[in-house]
């Protein structure tokens, strides 16, 4: 298959940068959207220019590492699929596909396709945690937790912070990986001492990192790739809610 | 240089940590927040440990080369965790988890190092459900458990086929916790290039800003190392695509001693291989072959469909070999078992390397749901890397490098022979001797960084005292000039031809056949011949666009590619030395008649730990001697 790949490139922050076109050719459908990448790189290299700077690791859609808007789409078109995923059999041969860094004032450009996703883990040093010191804990097995409990915890827990729902957001809102952690701990009896001061202190450090507000366009449950849904949104305002009537 | 001393305290054996801990020095609370540590790594055992020390008071660095602490590789890790909590009732205890883990390393391991780690397990379990890591659970509402291979008992716990990355999440939400706090600095975006040694004593890291290409020096009262294993020598792999050795090679050139590094392991259920293209392997958790199948055609070059063989044409051969741990055998030897089979012709797929896993009989005993619920996750990611349906086809797997037991010595203190410098989590060598068993390397990476690390460094620190050396040290100022000759160098031939890629995969296959998993006398000669030419050939050839003052990924890749090249060649050098097989490390001239790893006892039932002579110069092998009192040196058996 062969491609022409329409790319961001962009040296630095202080660089204004710019759509580029680059060819892939040879690649075949069973090879990842990044190992497309990895192609088209050897082919940049070999001319003396530089690769396109993508970040990726785990290459198994686990680490939240990767990602890139893929045709106007946050993962690119598969639903419910990180870019390490996707597959180029998901691409008709001679398609042109557009690839983009995630675009939010609260992620800068680092280079190329790598942005600065520092902002999300502020928002999880304000209050992403349940206090717990090392060697202070209970039997684990203490607490029983009802399994459809658990199990409702766990589907908010998967999230993998890679960011594409700020990236899909107009207003690019993090309201989604947001939600996520706060009702991951709510939903638990091991986090209810917090409960009120954790959801306050995070929206907090949200809303002064330059991330926008929420307004329900609900693309961000559009390109999650790990299927976060939603209704964990509507919790999260219904606990912000909670947590000012009880201060 | 120190002794080799293992420092394991006397007594028996389920006593020693207790009265090691009574022993410890202490520091008063009012102290300790004078001390400093850099913790190298933020995975299951960096991010355990950076948060637990700064629990404890102490001023903490952390480093991690992702953009954030919270996507280190554990997060990546499938299957689960294991611990003695004997909540099944079907008969473990800390004993036994002790000795399922001695016995499956094949002895060699260190005892007490073990029985500590099983002692620990259960803390490790109530730590991470009191911080929200949502387990699986039974309809009670008590934790629920899976079998893995190597146990006949059911002690892993889980969650989904995600347990490395809620237990990490678990840790990296303690990190999160003390960096909010202000009593960890964190570092993500870094990437420790060298250690400083001031005075026989590791005093501090030499770290490149990945953004910037700034070189800072960082200095510190004790450095922790946990940048976890070194698989990607093999350019295929399990591991994640940044995993390196560079922070362990380098503190190996600075005086610590390598231990067992050719103890590699090659997990039995991957993705095989389609093509070259291809970037990585991807495994299928363990935790599958609780339900699946293991078979190969009886006939060799069958060409028809699997479903269209019958039953009595094929060779379940881990229920024929092993009838008593059947599909659960452990992984060194289920993985020479599909090579064998695959050996004789009887491999499947296109390449004829690979092996069915078979649910066939699970759907028809359980029925999809159950399926579904237990491993939906992995049989989706397998449809969408080789668009086939695991619910309907068996999914081919084939063994791939996955997990290092080498690693940087330590003693029962997790310190190396260097003073200072502690290494925990995949980094170090302790735990799992020739071959370790599933869901054992989250719990020593936790036991590791919550409950060993933060007692032992409290007591190294309260004897050596504070460093009064600063950065402007002549020590710091050597290492950050060493790392700047190096970038300089990768950076020096624009006009090179080929990518620093093309040498990784090289040096992969080079290490696949020579150091893989078979491995004779011809083979590793042939690589020890092979890799110096590799290795000058890289420094004269290798194109790394770009500078050293922006975000340069090809320049971090050649950097890592150029220490796994020296590594390389002390695995090879140890995989010689040590003429017998055992666990993961099977020499083909030592095997029983029917094809197990035969140990010699007599002449290797030590810990290989290397030292560093200098560049060009021979390694030099010191030994530590194993010592079995509790779990007797006997043939491991799995039939
Ligand atoms: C696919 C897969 C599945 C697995 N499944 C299981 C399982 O089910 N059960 C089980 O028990 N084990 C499993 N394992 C093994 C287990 O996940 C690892 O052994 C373990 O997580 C390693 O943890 P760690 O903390 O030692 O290192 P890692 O998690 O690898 O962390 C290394 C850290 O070091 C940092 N680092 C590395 N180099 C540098 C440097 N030079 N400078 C600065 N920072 C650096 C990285 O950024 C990272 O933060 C699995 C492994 C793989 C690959
Ligand atoms: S590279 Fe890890 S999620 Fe894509």
């Known amino acids: 298959m062969n491609f ?75 639903p419910a699929t990180t870019l390490c995923q996707l597959y180029m059999r998901h691409f008709r041969d001679g398609d042109v596909i557009t690839i983009e860094p995630w675009r939010a004032k609260a992620f800068p450009v680092l280079r190329d396709l790598c942005v600065d996703r520092g902002a999300l883990d502020r928002i999880m040093y304000a209050g992403g945690y349940i206090t717990v010191r090392t060697g202070s804990a209970a039997e684990a097995n203490a607490i029983p937790i009802p399994k459809p409990i658990a199990d409702r915890a766990m589907d908010a827990a998967a999230c993998i912070g890679c960011g594409a729902c700020v990236a899909a957001c107009p207003n690019a809102s993090p309201m989604l990986f947001l939600s996520a952690k706060v009702s991951q701990y709510a939903l638990l009896p091991q986090g209810q001492p917090e409960r009120e001061l954790r959801v306050k202190k995070m929206v907090a450090v949200a809303e002064a990192s330059g991330f926008g507000a929420c307004s329900v366009h609900a693309e961000c449950e559009g390109v999650c790739p790990k299927n976060i849904k939603l209704t964990f949104i509507s919790k999260l305002n219904r606990e912000l809610i909670r947590a000012h009537l009880k201060s | 240089m120190a002794e080799l001393d293992s420092k394991i305290p006397e007594g028996p054996i389920a006593e020693k940590w207790d009265k090691h801990r009574f022993n410890l020095k202490l520091i008063n609370p009012a102290n300790k927040r004078k001390y400093r540590v850099i913790v190298v ?14 629990e404890l008071g102490f001023q903490v660095a952390c480093f991690c080369y992702q953009d954030s602490a919270r996507r280190a590789h554990s997060i990546a890790a499938q299957g689960g965790i294991n611990a003695a909590k004997n909540y099944q009732n079907d008969g473990d205890s800390i004993y036994r988890l002790f000795y399922d883990t001695v016995k499956g390393g094949d002895f060699r391991a260190r005892e007490a190092n073990v029985y500590r780690l099983a002692q620990v397990s259960n803390n490790i379990m109530d730590q991470c459900v009191a911080q929200g890591v949502p387990f699986a659970r039974e309809y009670g509402g008590c934790l629920d458990n899976r079998s893995f291979g190597g146990a006949q008992v059911s002690r892993t716990f889980y969650a989904r086929g995600q347990t490395g990355q809620q237990l990490l999440l678990g840790a990296y939400s303690a990190l999160c916790c003390q960096i909010g706090r202000g009593a960890v600095k964190m570092y993500p975006r870094h990437e420790m290039l060298d250690l400083v040694v001031i005075d026989g004593q590791a005093r501090g890291i030499i770290a490149r800003d990945m953004v910037s290409g700034a070189i800072t020096r960082h200095v510190a009262d004790a450095v922790a190392i946990g ?43 991957c993705i095989p291989v389609t093509g070259e293209h291809q970037s990585k392997l991807t495994l299928m958790s363990e935790s599958l072959r609780n339900d699946g199948r293991i078979w190969v055609p009886l006939a060799k070059e069958e060409s028809r469909a699997p479903g269209k063989i019958p039953e009595s044409e094929r060779d379940y051969y881990l229920e024929r070999k092993y009838p008593s741990f059947g599909n659960l055998a452990p992984r060194d030897i289920s993985s020479r078992a599909a090579k064998q089979v695959c050996d004789e012709g009887r491999g499947i797929g296109k390449s004829k390397q690979g092996v069915y896993l078979d649910f066939a009989d699970a759907l028809k005993r359980l029925g999809r749901p159950v399926i579904e619920e ?23 797997i084939f063994p791939a490098p996955h997990y290092t037991m080498g690693g940087l010595w330590v003693d029962y203190n997790l310190m190396s022979n260097l003073p200072g410098l502690h290494v925990i989590g995949e980094a170090n060598f302790s735990d799992h001797g020739a071959n370790r068993l599933g869901a054992s390397a989250l719990m020593q990476g936790l036991a590791d960084g919550y409950f060993v690390l933060p007692y032992t460094i409290g007591d190294y620190l309260a004897r050596a005292g504070i460093c009064k050396a600063g950065t402007d040290h002549e020590a710091f100022k050597e290492a950050e000039e060493a790392v700047r000759g190096r970038l300089k160098k990768l950076l020096g031939k624009k006009e090179g031809k080929r990518s620093v890629d093309s040498f990784h995969r090289e040096l992969g296959r080079l290490m696949w056949n020579g150091c893989g998993m078979g491995r004779t006398e011809a083979s590793l000669k042939g690589a020890l011949e092979k890799l110096p030419k590799l290795r000058e050939a890289f420094w004269e050839e290798v194109k790394v666009p770009g500078d050293a003052d922006h975000l340069n990924q090809e320049l971090e890749k050649a950097g890592r590619v150029a220490d796994l090249l020296e590594l390389a060649e002390l695995m090879c050098v140890d995989a010689l030395d040590r003429s017998e097989s055992c666990g993961g490390h099977f020499r083909e001239e030592s095997q029983t008649p029917d094809g197990e790893a035969l140990r010699d006892d007599e002449h290797f039932c030590h810990v290989s730990a290397w030292e560093h002579a200098g560049a060009g110069k021979a390694p030099v092998l010191h030994k530590e001697p194993l010592k079995f009192d509790y779990v007797h040196l006997q043939t491991r058996s799995y039939k």
């Open chain 2, 227 to 269: 940048t976890g294993g070194y698989s990607n020598v093999f350019y295929l792999s399990t591991n994640a695509k940044g995993c390196n050795a560079t922070a362990i090679w380098r503190a190996h050139v600075r005086g610590a001693y390598f231990a067992n590094p050719c103890y590699t392991q090659i997990h039995p259920t």
């Open chain 2, 41 to 54: 790594g933020s995975g299951l055992a960096g991010a355990s440990a950076a948060a637990s020390l700064a």
């Open chain 2, 374 to 396: 237990r491993y939906g996750n992995l049989f989706q990611m397998y449809e969408e890397i080789t668009a086939e349906d695991p619910y309907h086809v068996p999914m081919r």
């Open chain 1, 4 to 78: 022409t790949l329409r790319v961001w490139r962009q040296k630095d922050a202080s660089d204004p940068g710019r759509m580029v076109d680059h060819r892939a050719d040879g690649i075949i459908p069973d090879m990842s959207f990044l190992e497309m990448l990895d192609v088209v790189n050897q082919k940049l290299i070999e001319k003396g220019e530089e690769p396109i700077a993508f970040d990726h690791d785990c290459r198994e859609g686990i680490c939240g590492c990767c990602g890139a808007v893929v045709n106007g789409t946050a993962h690119g078109p598969l």
